[in-house]
């Protein structure tokens, strides 16, 4: 069984910076893949970065390339993401994801509030 627990979500004001943290309870070494989504209720996770193992480069989705920065920490068992000039609209909750032996595993998710 494999655990997460993310942090550092909660009120951001527009423009305004956002780092993520998904703490892992297993050695990052034994995973397959890393990664974070975001979910509006309702809809389906979107994914927003990810890391790859085996020497793979972070990978991000098109609309998000540029403001996310997606990297690990290995030796807090860690991955963040960093995320630059938030908008109302990235209001949501994130998820961090990891894949350990064809098993994905999900964080218990962070909301991220971007207002004034």
């Known amino acids: 069984q494999v655990q997460l627990v993310e942090s550092g979500g909660g009120l951001v004001q527009p423009g305004g910076p956002l780092r993520l943290s998904c703490t892992v309870s297993?050695?990052?070494?034994?995973?397959?893949?890393m990664g974070w989504y975001r979910r509006t209720p309702g809809k389906s996770a979107r994914e927003l970065g990810a890391?790859?193992?085996?020497?793979?480069?972070?990978n991000y989705a098109d609309s998000v390339k540029g403001r996310f920065t997606s990297a690990t920490d290995d030796s807090e068992n860690t991955i963040n993401l960093q995320r630059s000039n938030l908008k109302p609209e990235d209001t949501d909750v994130y998820y961090c994801?990891?894949?350990?032996?064809?098993?994905?595993?999900w964080g218990q998710g962070t909301q991220v509030t971007v207002a004034s």
């Open positions: 994801k990891v894949l350990f032996r064809r098993t994905n595993y």
């Open positions: 297993i050695h990052m070494f034994s995973l397959e893949y």
């Open positions: 890391s790859i193992f085996s020497g793979g480069q972070p």
